[in-house]
């Protein structure tokens, strides 16, 4: 059955090398003729929601994408790796700069700069994904959900340079600079929750919301030994609290079964891929219920 009157609009949420079950995820819907009608993204879920907005075939972006994360290009650059990771920062993403910048630079200096990774680099990356396109190129309907942090508040971007918007989604505050964009400073959303569930109710308002989420579950621990570790624990506590309220908004959640795969690790990447299409087929009768009850509303 092909679903083509209802609306569909998917959350895609961060997750570094996790982030690839969601290739997995619209495969599956591109096979059942379930529409997708918007999507919204935070970090590679803005990478990923970007490409496959720009170009709506999920075969040829697993395509794509497998053959860069394989490339020498990518393979050799260390910041490109931690780049594409960058939301996960529970999973040891800041222990792992921080280990950087204990061998090669004083703490102290950092307290005077306005970010600990250059912004330049970040961009870089983003455009070989997103080119040199602009919301009014995408074939899909797409948002980027960010945080100004000069006001303060939440900001969805719709409109404009896809690479100033989806470098926002990724510039992790303190970590990379924020960007600015008409008189704001924009950063990722995902300090607030890392699945942008109620920015998807906003870009397709009565829409049906499949959010994925593909953080790890946060493990009980013994006890903490430094100081930094704690703030860290603390952040990750309240960023997981905020998710959950977030994921409660959604009609469906997809929750791709990876394990306790580091966001930095590019291996077995079909794994990953495998793990998204598990899980939308899992929920496919769910999915197709669901839209079938909005279609019956809608011709009432």
């Known amino acids: 059955m092909v679903f083509g009157k209802s609306k569909v609009v998917l959350a895609l949420g961060g ?38 907005s720009l170009a709506p075939n999920a075969e040829a972006l697993v395509e794509s994408t497998l053959k860069y994360l394989r490339s020498d290009r990518f393979m050799n650059d260390s910041f490109r790796r931690m780049m594409f990771g960058a939301n996960d920062a529970e999973q040891n ?14 703490f102290a200096n950092l307290i005077r700069r306005p970010s600990i990774l ?22 899909i309907p797409f948002a980027v959900p960010t945080i100004d942090v000069r006001e303060p508040r939440e900001v969805l971007i719709s409109e404009g340079k896809l690479v100033d918007a989806v470098t926002a989604s990724c510039s992790i505050p303190g970590f990379f600079p924020p960007v600015e964009m008409d008189g704001m400073l924009l950063a990722d959303v995902g300090v607030i929750s890392s699945v942008p569930v109620e920015a998807a109710r906003e870009l397709l308002p009565g829409a049906l919301v499949i959010a994925i989420d593909l953080s790890r579950e946060l493990e009980p621990i013994d006890e903490i030994k430094r100081g930094w570790d704690n703030i ?28 306790e795969k580091f966001w930095s690790d590019f291996s077995d990447l079909e794994a990953i891929i495998a793990a998204g299409e598990k899980e939308a ?18 011709k009432k």
Do not use: W
């Open 118 to 139: 250059p912004g330049d680099k970040l961009r870089e990356v983003v455009e070989e994904f997103v080119g040199d396109h602009s919301f009014d190129d995408l074939k």
């Open 281 to 298: 087929e899992d929920h496919l009768e769910e999915i197709q219920g669901r839209l079938r009850g909005v279609m019956r509303f809608l």
């Open 93 to 106: 993403f800041v222990q792992l700069i921080f280990s950087n910048v204990r061998r090669s630079v004083r």
């Open 232 to 259: 860290m624990r603390c952040e990750a506590i309240a960023g997981r609290k905020l998710t959950i309220m977030a994921l409660n908004q959604a009609d469906v959640v997809l929750r791709p079964e990876i394990g």
């Open 15 to 52: 997750g570094g090398s996790r982030g690839l079950a969601h290739l997995g995820v619209v495969r599956v819907l591109e096979r059942a003729g379930i529409p997708i009608d918007g999507i919204v993204g935070t970090s590679v879920g803005s990478i990923l929601g970007t490409s496959y």
